[in-house]
């Protein structure tokens, strides 16, 4: 596994997680050449792009999170965070992390993610 995400669980809306995406030993001496980002998925749906942090450390979001959601990196750790407030139930998903490159490819294979379910 390249990307270890933790951090999900079962909250109630208007809730906070924190999730967390550590590299592996194989990729840490790459991991800071890439802009990093979220994603999720919910059952049925396609994965979609929820935040995203360059090297710089600037940030996007999907309209669906803003004011909600920040996205974080810790380059010396490796590791990429998201936290999120004001949790809602359309949030439910398994949320994926992964590097992005400058021409939009995914850097990593996809790991398992880590389920967040919100309850109303």
């Known amino acids: 596994v390249q990307l270890q995400a933790s951090g999900g669980g079962l909250v109630q809306a208007g809730g906070s997680l924190r999730l967390s995406c550590v590299a592996s030993?194989?990729?840490?001496?790459?991991?800071?050449?890439?802009?990093m980002a979220w994603y999720r998925q919910a059952p049925g749906k396609e994965r979609d792009l929820v935040a995203r942090?360059?090297?710089?450390?600037?940030?996007n979001y999907a309209d669906s999170v803003i004011g909600r959601f920040t996205i974080s990196r810790d380059n010396a750790k490796k590791t990429v965070y998201l936290q999120m407030n004001n949790l809602k139930p359309e949030d439910t998903a398994v949320y994926y992390c992964?590097?992005?490159?400058?021409?939009?490819?995914?850097?990593?294979?996809w790991g398992q993610g880590t389920q967040v379910t919100v309850s109303s």
């Open positions: 942090i360059t090297l710089g450390r600037v940030a």
């Open positions: 030993r194989s990729i840490t001496s790459v991991f800071n050449s890439f802009d």
């Open positions: 992964n590097g992005v490159s400058s021409i939009g490819t995914y850097a990593w294979d």
